[in-house]
């Protein structure tokens, strides 16, 4: 059995389609004025994601279950986005 091949014209519509979702949604995040600078808060959410990821990795080291996490380049970038998210809800949930 054959492997099934995408054509070029399904190739193209779905990278026009990922152009204009990602244009027409940046505008939809909140903004952060820091210092007469306008940041996405997202930019603000990994930021601290990562800063906790930082601090949660030596204490996962120290505990010797490091070895114990699987892949870490699957790990840690998910720890930062799990952080980002928790941020994102703590701070900027609008409902």
Do not use: H, K
């Amino acid at each position: 059995m054959g492997v099934a091949r995408r054509s070029s014209r399904d190739t193209t519509a779905l990278s026009l389609g990922a152009c204009l979702s990602i244009v027409t949604l940046t505008a939809c995040d909140p903004i952060i004025t820091i210092a007469g600078a306008n940041f996405p808060s997202w930019l603000l959410c990994m930021m601290v994601g990562a800063i906790l990821a930082a601090i949660v990795r030596p204490l996962l080291v120290l505990a010797r279950l490091e070895q114990y996490l699987g892949p870490l380049t699957i790990f840690y970038p998910s720890l930062i986005a799990m952080f980002a998210m928790i941020v994102w809800v703590i701070f900027f949930n609008r409902v």
